[in-house]
């Protein structure tokens, strides 16, 4: 089975710029998550979709930060404009249903704001 | 917040048993614990999760005390490959955004040859 699937691996910006990060879940499930990783902390939560629709987005800084799903399979996240502080790694993850089962990690885009 | 508390670092020696503790002190009854870990430039991966009784796979094995305020994750056999952070979540059951999981720093494991 085919895991998550990340792309870019590696970004580096300059501050003020835009960028997007794109994720394609495993085959079937329905739950997609981002979170952000900031480097020496565990990952925190950004945005849940479940299929098409938004679950949970508290924690997605809704200036800068924004993400769709609009066919309810793969999922870009789009920060405009970065900021220095947006430096970290975005994790894509999936489960088949939201909050029981485990979730499948992608590998990450490590992103670095100049 | 998460609701655990680990030990920052911990080491083992390669081919010996890696015990990992964690503090839920505050863990409801319907909540289970879960663990995951991340080994370097990988994203998180599931090890392990139980409710009230100890639960083994073939990763590892978890052991819940009785009053359910703290686990250990035990590796019988540890690896060079099981260098990792080591995360212990306690998790609500639910659908929605109520089962979501909240990292902490989590326990850098190193074995050591």
């Known amino acids: 089975e085919a895991g998550v699937a990340q792309s870019p691996r590696y970004k580096i910006i300059e501050k003020r710029q835009s960028v997007a990060f794109w994720c394609n879940p495993i085959s079937g499930h329905a739950t997609l998550y981002w979170y952000q990783q900031i480097l020496g902390q565990g990952p925190k939560l950004l945005i849940q979709f479940q299929n098409n629709g938004v679950v949970d987005d508290s924690q997605l800084p809704k200036d800068r930060f924004s993400a769709e799903r609009l066919k309810g399979v793969d999922s870009t996240l789009k920060i405009q404009p970065a900021k220095l502080e947006d430096s970290a790694v975005y994790l894509c993850?999936?489960?088949?249903?939201?909050?029981?089962?485990?979730?499948?990690f992608g590998p990450g885009t490590r992103l670095t704001v100049t | 917040d998460a609701k655990t508390t680990q030990p920052t670092s911990m080491d083992c020696a390669e081919g010996r048993a890696a015990n990992l503790p964690c503090n839920h002190s505050t863990i409801s009854g319907n909540e289970y614990v879960y663990w995951y870990r991340q080994i370097h430039s990988q994203g998180p991966q599931y090890i392990i999760h139980?409710?009230?009784n100890n639960e083994t796979n073939e990763m590892a094995s978890l052991i819940i005390t009785e009053d359910r305020k703290s686990s250990t994750l035990i590796l019988p056999h540890a690896t060079l490959r099981d260098t990792a952070v080591y995360y212990c979540i306690v998790r609500r059951p639910w659908g929605g955004s109520q089962g979501n999981l909240i990292f902490g720093k989590g326990t850098k494991l190193s074995v050591k040859p």
């Open positions: 139980g409710l009230k």
């Open positions: 993850a999936s489960s088949t249903l939201a909050g029981v089962g485990e979730q499948y």
